[in-house]
Each structure stands twice: as C-alpha cells, then as structure tokens.
T-cell receptor, first 114, second 113 residues
C-alpha cells in the first residue's frame, strides 16, 4: 500500500543519546514535513523540505536536524536527546504541484527520552 | 502570527447525539481551512476542507462552513457514531511561503454506545 512509512514505531532512549527517526514515502511527493504532537499543544512543525536537496526550519527546530538527499527519504535526527523531546513524531508529505494544503501522514513514532 | 484555537476537550457524547467542535482562526491573509481526524493509533487524515469564505466542506456526515466574518470553521455532525471517536484537529494553510499547515491543539471526542 502506497504511503508514508515511519520507523521505529516506538523507542525509549537515554538522555544524551543520538537518535534518527526514519521516514520514507513512495508517492513521489515533493514536500515533506516533520511534526511533533504533544498533549494540549496539537501538532507543531519541526522541519520541512519543499523538494529534494532543500530543507527549512519550522516552529520548533532546536535540537533537531533533517536531510533530504532524495525525494523519498526525510530522516529526523536528535543529536543529543533531552527529556523535553519525549513526544510522538509524525512525518507527512504533500502531493506535488497541489496547493490544497492536504497532507498525508505516517502512523507516528513514539519517543520517550529518560 | 497565524493561529488556530479549538474548543478544549475531551468531549463525550452518546451515540446519535449532535456534535459541534468550535474552531476559530487568526491569519494575516486569506487561508484555506481544514479539519483533520486522528483515529486511535493512526496518523492524521484529512476529513474536509474549505478554500474560501462561505464554502462548506463535507465528508462522512461531517460539515464545516468557512465564516470569514467570525473567523470560524466549526465542525458539526448531526448524529455521531461510536466509530467517530477520535481526535479532531482544525488547521489552516496560507499558500504563500512554505505552505505549511498550522494546527489547533486538537479535540478528543468519545462517543458512547
């Protein structure tokens, strides 16, 4: 089934460790996004990429980095995890050439930093 | 900056009850408005949308009307079902810039049989 695949689905991590959340899509969408979801705060944009080779900062980028080497993959890296990065992380993509605002989401990665 | 404010939850209703989830927005331009739904254990999916004032979005029995005069986009359903239990997010998008979505905080809906 076409869509967005995120890995891992769940992870417990010690503070200070490095972690990469993977995101792969097979829909050939140009734009991709990483959001974090926290209770009472909804979804907040971390980083985005409008096309392969480009990235941009969202609302809460500190402590996170991304890369977009190709169209399909958009990994999110926490260089040195802290407890405040405990959250559910969602990767999303938007169909190329469409300006409708519709995003397609993965099923999320639940990260716990101890 | 642009923002979306949703009514706080959680909301608990009996099956066949009428549902309203309020959403208001603040935006510098003329946004498109969306409702997304997140079922348990899943990612968000688009429920409905409206791209200009007075447009009505509808899907699966849900409706929302883009009200520019009140900057609102309230979600309604005449008769909810247990399967409607989910978290509902209101969102806006301005087509300029990075074309990102700005989400509200979400409203948890539980429908009891």
């Amino acid at each position: 089934i076409a869509g967005i695949t995120q890995a891992p689905t769940s992870q417990i991590l010690a503070a200070g460790r490095r972690m990469t959340l993977r995101c792969t899509q097979d829909m050939r969408h140009n734009a991709m996004y990483w959001y974090r979801q926290d209770l009472g705060l909804g979804l907040r944009l971390i980083h985005y990429s409008n096309t392969a080779g480009t990235t941009g900062k969202g609302e809460v980028p500190d402590g996170y980095s991304v890369s977009r080497a190709n169209t399909d993959d958009f990994p999110l890296t926490l260089a040195s995890a802290v407890p405040s990065q405990t959250s559910v992380y969602f990767c999303a993509s938007r169909k190329s050439g469409q300006n409708t605002g519709e995003l397609f989401f993965g099923e999320g990665s639940r990260l716990t930093v101890l | 900056g642009d923002s979306v404010t949703q009514m706080e939850g959680p909301v608990t209703l009996s099956e066949e009850a009428f549902l309203t989830i309020n959403c208001t927005y603040t935006a510098t331009g003329y946004p498109s408005l969306f409702w997304y739904v997140q079922y348990p254990g899943e990612g968000l999916q688009l429920l409905l949308k409206a791209t200009k004032a007075d447009d009505k979005g509808s899907n699966k029995g849900f409706e929302a009307t883009y009200r520019k005069e009140t900057t609102s986009f309230h979600l309604e359903k005449g008769s909810v079902q247990v399967s409607d239990s989910a978290v509902y997010f209101c969102a806006l998008s301005l087509f300029a810039g990075a074309r990102q979505l700005t989400f509200g905080s979400g409203t948890q809906l539980t429908v009891l049989p």
